[in-house]
Antibody
Framework: EVRLVQSGAEVKKPGESLKISCKGS????????IGWVRQMPGKGLEWMGI????????RYSPSFRGQVTISADKSITTTYLQWSSLKASDTAVYYC??????????WGQGTLVTVSS | EIVLTQSPGTLSLSPGERATLSCRAS???????LAWFQQKPGQAPRLLIY???SRATGIPDRFSGSGSGTDFTLTISRLEPEDFAVYYC???????????FGPGTKVDIK
């Protein structure tokens, strides 16, 4: 069974750093692209970027390039999304999702990130 | 960059009725690269349709997708209570590698 299990909810202050995780199991982790998707409160889905864990090839949406960093550790079948300096506007639910070619076939449960002073 | 537009924004229907959701692209999209997702409150999105018309594993046959070029449609033949949700279309571009979601259509109970 394919599973993507994300780290728990976070509450942070503006300016703080954060790294959230997504652990994959039940499939060949290294050879499946994993994407990250943002959903701001009451809003739609926004694709942020995607990584190929086998060689850490990473592509970013122009809207998120330079704002976040996506990484992976294939030894522990985990991908990461990190911020160096959070803003209140980063408050959202973040989903990881496994890519099967042109679409995302399995999704994590989501991680709520709240940034507030 | 391809922009996806979905209409209507909200669709108010009763159980048993037919729902027709539209997704329009600003440029022609490869049909193999068009998908539809369902999202219920508090849940992650779920893949319904890929390749414009193929149902994902476990998706009931009341869901169907069609279309080509710039116009795509998701049809729910007879709405069940569990189908009231938000539906997103998504397209993929290979060069550069990019995924784009539409703004969503909310199907709610009339």
């Amino acid at each position: 069974e394919v599973r993507l299990v994300q780290s728990g909810a976070e509450v942070k202050k503006p300016g703080e750093s954060l790294k959230i995780s997504c652990k994959g199991s039940g499939y060949t982790f290294a050879t499946s692209w994993i994407g990250w998707v943002r959903q701001m409160p009451g809003k739609g889905l926004e694709w942020m970027g995607i990584i190929y864990p086998g060689d850490s090839d990473t592509r970013y949406s122009p809207s998120f390039r330079g704002q976040v960093t996506i990484s992976a550790d294939k030894s522990i079948t985990t991908t990461y999304l990190q911020w160096s300096s959070l803003k209140a506007s980063d408050t959202a639910v973040y989903y990881c999702a496994k890519s099967f070619g042109a679409y995302f076939d399995y999704w994590g449960q989501g991680t709520l990130v709240t940034v507030s002073s | 960059e391809i922009v996806l537009t979905q209409s209507p924004g909200t669709l108010s229907l009763s159980p048993g009725e037919r729902a027709t959701l539209s997704c329009r692209a600003s440029q022609s999209v490869n049909s193999n690269y068009l998908a539809w997702f369902q999202q219920k409150p508090g849940q992650a999105p779920r893949l319904l349709i890929y390749g414009a018309s193929s149902r994902a594993t476990g998706i009931p046959d009341r869901f169907s997708g069609s279309g080509s070029g710039t116009d795509f449609t998701l049809t729910i033949s007879r709405l069940e209570p569990e189908d009231f949700a938000v539906y997103y279309c998504q397209q993929y571009g290979s060069t550069p590698k990019i995924f784009t979601f539409g703004p969503g259509t909310k199907v709610d109970i009339k």
